[in-house]
């Protein structure tokens, strides 16, 4: 039996990691087709060393983070995006990684929140805990590598006729006769919906974190210490077809901290405090290949996935708007467009993206299916 699928127009804003998962659950979607466009001012493949966005400094690992703890959606976010990552692992995008993570305090696997997200999870013993720590877990989890998962997911939403455009969005205006009457935006602008008129959430707010990308061939371990101090210790080895043996040293976590600059006070502590953990670091293999900044998308209340109906023009209610040329805009006529808020993801972007695309996208369903009944 034929299903007739009707096209819905989908515009997402935003080429990050969030972006690019949600165009893609939606480009594979079998219940409804979409025409999909994604517009952006940085652009995976092409962009990846401009800090005016987040994905291509990520570690980029799954490891646990307070707030999974806490929220339940999140937990649920992050449990999906686990299993979904770790499902790809034989496709050599994701690497199966394992992981020490050495605490300050006593603690039990009972306690830990996520002890049943990760696999093959247990206790060190005390023999196998650097002196300066109480504890240690050992468990597997996986990390991608940004330069290679960011194109691979836009080069796969191209085989689906998805369509990329470059673009700086100053206010939602601009985007009225691009999504069009019955069309859907995707915000899934990061650290742009700060300033972009029409959003302006000013709850957002800039996490700085330092690394350093290495070549170094004994590294087979994710390390982690004091993962969401000021002064993090992490080491996450990723994959890389392209460029194999490559690891991330970690960092700082800054928050409300804008500065891209690089510190090299700053790196020299990363460095020190990583070696401490694998002496293997010091191994004449060892080489620098860079050092990172980058501003992870942090938000007062955590990430943003919700429905937002929008009145345009904008300027009706803010009398600020920059004028908008482009002729197919009506500014006498008032109209709604529907937003589906994606961002503020802060320091788990990738941790999260399949789970809370999978939201973004029920969401959309549901505007989709309201509007032909
Ligand atoms: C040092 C560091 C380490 C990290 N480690 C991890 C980790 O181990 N695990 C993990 O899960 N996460 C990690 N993260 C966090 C992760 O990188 C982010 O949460 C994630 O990349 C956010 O993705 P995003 O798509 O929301 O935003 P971004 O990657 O910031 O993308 C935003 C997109 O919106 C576009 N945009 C913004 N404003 C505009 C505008 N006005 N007009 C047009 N386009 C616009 C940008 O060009 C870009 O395409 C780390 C981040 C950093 C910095």
Same mark, same amino acid.
């Given at each position: 039996?034929?299903?007739?699928?009707?096209?819905?127009?989908?515009?997402?804003?935003?080429?990050? +990691?969030?972006?690019?998962?949600?165009?893609?659950?939606?480009?594979?979607?079998?219940?409804?087709?979409?025409?999909?466009?994604?517009?952006?001012?940085?652009?995976?493949?092409?962009?990846?060393?401009?800090?005016?966005?987040?994905?291509?400094?990520?570690?980029?690992?799954?490891?646990?983070?307070?707030?999974?703890?806490?929220?339940? %959606?999140?937990?649920?976010?992050?449990?999906?995006?686990?299993?979904?990552?770790?499902?790809?692992?034989?496709?050599?995008?994701?690497?199966?990684?394992?992981?020490?993570?050495?605490?300050?305090?006593?603690?039990?696997?009972?306690?830990?929140?996520?002890?049943? *997200?990760? %696999?093959?999870?247990?206790? !060190?013993?005390?023999?196998?805990?650097?002196?300066?720590?109480?504890?240690? +877990?050992?468990?597997?989890?996986?990390?991608?590598?940004?330069?290679?998962?960011?194109?691979?997911?836009?080069?796969?939403?191209?085989?689906?006729?998805?369509?990329?455009?470059?673009?700086?969005?100053?206010? !939602?205006?601009? *985007?009225?006769?691009?999504?069009?009457?019955?069309?859907?935006?995707?915000?899934?602008?990061?650290?742009?919906?700060?300033?972009?008129?029409?959003?302006?959430?000013?709850?957002?707010?800039?996490?700085?974190?330092?690394?350093?990308? +290495?070549?170094?061939?004994?590294?087979?371990?994710?390390?982690?210490?004091?993962?969401?101090?000021?002064?993090?210790?992490?080491?996450?080895?990723?994959?890389?077809?392209?460029?194999?043996?490559?690891?991330?040293?970690?960092?700082?976590?800054?928050?409300?901290?804008?500065?891209?600059? *690089?510190?090299?006070?700053?790196? %020299?502590?990363?460095?020190?405090?990583?070696?401490?953990?694998?002496?293997?670091?010091?191994?004449?293999?060892?080489?620098?290949?860079?050092?990172?900044?980058?501003?992870?998308?942090?938000?007062?209340?955590?990430?943003?996935?919700?429905?937002?109906?929008?009145?345009?023009?904008?300027?009706?209610?803010?009398?600020?708007?920059?004028?908008?040329?482009?002729?197919?805009?009506?500014?006498?006529?008032?109209?709604?467009? !529907?937003?589906?808020?994606?961002?503020?993801?802060?320091?788990?972007?990738?941790? %999260?993206?399949?789970?809370?695309?999978?939201?973004?996208?029920? *969401?959309?369903?549901?505007?989709?299916?309201?509007?032909?009944?």
């Amino acid at each position: 039996m034929s299903t007739t699928k009707a096209e819905q127009s989908l515009v997402v804003l935003g080429a990050g +990691v969030l972006g690019l998962t949600i165009a893609y659950l939606a480009a594979f979607a079998e219940d409804v087709s979409f025409n999909i466009k994604v517009i952006a001012r940085e652009l995976p493949g092409e962009d990846m060393d401009s800090q005016a966005w987040a994905s291509p400094y990520a570690g980029a690992n799954w490891s646990p983070m307070e707030l999974g703890g806490r929220d339940e %959606r999140i937990r649920m976010w992050e449990q999906k995006t686990f299993d979904k990552l770790w499902d790809m692992i034989p496709t050599g995008l994701v690497k199966l990684l394992p992981t020490r993570l050495y605490t300050a305090q006593e603690g039990n696997i009972s306690d830990l929140w996520w002890k049943d *997200l990760v %696999r093959n999870i247990r206790m !060190l013993s005390p023999s196998d805990v650097p002196e300066s720590f109480k504890a240690g +877990v050992a468990f597997d989890t996986f990390s991608v590598n940004p330069a290679e998962y960011l194109p691979w997911l836009r080069s796969e939403l191209i085989s689906r006729g998805v369509t990329f455009e470059r673009r700086n969005v100053r206010s !939602l205006d601009e *985007l009225r006769s691009l999504v069009g009457p019955d069309g859907i935006l995707v915000n899934a602008s990061s650290l742009g919906s700060r300033s972009i008129i029409g959003v302006e959430d000013t709850k957002l707010y800039p996490i700085r974190g330092q690394t350093i990308l +290495v070549h170094a061939p004994g590294l087979q371990e994710c390390l982690i210490a004091n993962r969401e101090t000021e002064e993090a210790t992490y080491i996450i080895p990723r994959p890389g077809k392209g460029q194999p043996d490559t690891a991330i040293l970690g960092g700082t976590f800054q928050p409300r901290n804008w500065d891209t600059s *690089l510190d090299m006070q700053i790196a %020299r502590g990363i460095f020190d405090r990583c070696a401490a953990l694998a002496p293997c670091l010091k191994s004449a293999e060892f080489r620098i290949l860079k050092h990172n900044v980058g501003l992870r998308p942090g938000r007062e209340e955590g990430p943003r996935v919700e429905l937002e109906r929008i009145v345009l023009p904008l300027e009706r209610t803010h009398g600020l708007v920059p004028w908008n040329e482009s002729p197919a805009n009506d500014r006498d006529h008032e109209e709604s467009m !529907l937003v589906v808020h994606a961002y503020g993801f802060g320091p788990a972007g990738y941790q %999260r993206s399949w789970g809370a695309a999978e939201e973004v996208l029920e *969401l959309i369903k549901v505007q989709v299916a309201l509007k032909r009944t």
